[in-house]
């Protein structure tokens, strides 16, 4: 899917979001892919397609939450127009680099596909798969709690 953008001189493009993945090591050092969204120009048209920048940047760090990733304002003064055109959500949370602060969004997975579904599946089953294996080793049965019982610490009354 194309969106049209205004860049900072006023300027009107129309680009074309693309999926890539990269590596980075997970908590106990996995090897795990993140993503990456990089943006064509294809003002020119599609068969004309030239990279235009990186959408997302990463910190050397995997992020536990799917479909995340952090946005790399410094270089793309219109991420905004994105993320009012629905791509994504601003989650609150942020990465300070320098005298920059890179906005944590959440993916939309329709998104993610339509930029590059089959990097899309490599992607979220590696991720699937990890967190579940994590989880399995940490079960939490929530059946099992007492529903009565009051679970308030330091409250003496």
Sequence with gaps: MNYQITTFTGEKRLIKPRL???SQKAFMNEDMPGIAIMID???AGEHE???YCDLTTSFGEWIGMKNCAYIDTNNCDFADQLLQAGIAKDTGFYKASGFCTYP???F???FLRSCGEENYEKYSS???EYM???LDDHEYDDESEDEGEDESIGMNM
Excluded: I, S
Aim: charged letters at 45%; proline letters at 5%.
């Design 20 to 22: 890539e993945l990269y």
């Design 108 to 110: 939309d997975e329709q």
């Design 132 to 134: 579940k294996d994590t």
């Design 41 to 43: 120009d294809v003002t």
């Design 49 to 51: 397609a030239e990279p």
């Design 126 to 128: 590696r991720f699937d």
């Design 104 to 106: 944590l969004w959440v």
